[in-house]
């Protein structure tokens, strides 16, 4: 069963050794854990772990948790996740020992309505949000409730989460749209902006911005600590629905359903920097410094950030299927098949490859008939879920 929504209805050979260069002005991978949504509060898919082998890896553990899995945070010793209910609407957040995937505290039913709910991790504390706008923070080692808020104004939530800087950021919508800033260790909601629709886009936070982009590209760009507005880009069309931005190389990357090539825009003022040809559709891009990796229509392609160059493409089985990520100079991709693939991320070469088990889904940013999936990294791992099954790799 799929939710459409549209405006005001409802109904996303090994490297033996590789140097690897940071170029002036691009922010550092984020160090041994998944945070959020393709990895970091940039959602850039970019992963430094020193843990993490290079592969090929082997299979550590499976679990089947009986519905549609999320994206996973990996933080902690744990593996976290949602999972759709399999008892009528709502969703329910299980928290695993990274080590051997057994529950590491009993699972806590979200409630809320559909099967949608997103999760973060920072500052000490899990955070998971539902579809009605119950936001609420956990101790990641015990699952006790440290507190619990209904955001206001706004009935519609699909927008996961991102922490940075004390602070959770996240989206509403219903009655237009609502950017949200909560104080991390309170729950006290601490500045909110009007937006287009906002729907399906976790914010990207970086020190100098939180950048939002919703349907036909409409992005924002708002101070992180006051929520002053720093500049808006609009378009010449309109309607619901967004998709989740990714900052990477000085620039905004958004992608929109609207038939407009994907776009990326400058972070410091949102003028368009360039275009590149793929469906606006497709999952999130993946940055390594100025090596992108971009999914688009069951291919993977490396592009360079600045010219937007191609330099190689992965056509795996055809049917790819998940944003990548980037592991140690390592990207992985996943396909509907099941099939998961380490490639060396400078030449697109194939490196490692194996069946997990099912069929590993795109992320949906359009509906809320399950929550949003995606690769995961951190401790030691990588984390794949894949329809009902949740799958931990490592050395």
């Known amino acids: 069963m799929k939710l459409r929504r549209t405006v005001g209805v409802l109904f996303g050979a090994a490297l ?51 519905g549609n899995v999320s994206y996973p945070v990996v933080a902690g010793g744990r593996v976290f996740v949602t999972v759709a209910s399999a008892d009528g609407y709502g969703t329910v957040l299980h928290a695993l020992d990274a080590d051997t995937g057994e529950n590491a505290w009993k699972p806590v039913d979200l409630g809320g309505t559909y099967w949608w709910s997103a999760l973060a991790y920072g500052g000490g504390r899990l955070y998971a949000q539902n579809y009605d706008g119950v936001l609420t923070a956990f101790h990641p080692a015990t699952g006790a409730v ?38 991390a260790a309170s729950g006290a909601v601490r500045w909110t902006q009007p937006v287009a629709n906002g729907d399906n886009s976790s914010p990207a936070v970086t020190a100098n911005g939180v950048y939002v982009s919703y349907a036909c590209e409409r992005t924002y760009a708002f101070g992180p600590a006051s929520g002053s507005p720093v500049w808006e880009r609009r378009t010449d069309c309109s309607g619901g629905g967004g998709r989740t931005p990714v900052v990477a190389d000085g620039g905004v990357w958004i992608r929109d359903g609207s038939g ?87 030449t697109g070469q194939s490196v490692w490859s194996t069946d997990v088990g099912a069929p590993i889904n795109e992320p949906d940013e359009h509906n809320v008939s399950q929550s949003l999936t995606g690769l995961g990294a951190g401790g030691g791992l990588v984390v794949v879920p894949a329809t009902n099954l949740l799958v931990a790799y490592g050395q």
């Open 16 to 66: 033996a050794a590789v140097t690897f260069v940071t170029p002036v002005g691009a922010q550092s991978a984020q160090t041994g854990s998944s945070t959020t949504y393709q990895i970091n509060a940039r959602h850039d898919g970019s992963l430094v772990d020193s843990a993490v082998g290079a592969p090929p890896l082997s299979r550590k553990w499976s679990r089947d948790l009986g």
């Open 260 to 346: 407009g090539a994907p776009s990326v825009l400058s972070t410091a003022d949102g003028k368009v920097r360039g275009t590149y040809p793929a469906n606006g559709w497709s999952p999130a891009p993946a940055f390594d410094g100025r090596q992108g990796y971009f999914v688009d229509d069951g291919v993977l392609q490396e592009r360079h950030s600045r010219t937007l160059a191609s330099r190689w493409a992965f056509q795996g089985d055809g049917r790819i299927s998940t944003a990548p990520i980037v592991v140690n100079g390592y990207v992985y991709v996943g396909s509907l098949s099941g099939q998961l693939w380490a490639l060396n991320g400078a």
């Open 146 to 183: 440290l507190w619990t808020v209904k955001l206001p104004d706004q009935h519609s939530f699909s927008s996961p989460p991102t922490f940075s800087g004390g602070l959770v950021y996240t989206g509403g919508a219903g009655s237009g749209g609502t950017l949200y800033a909560v104080d």
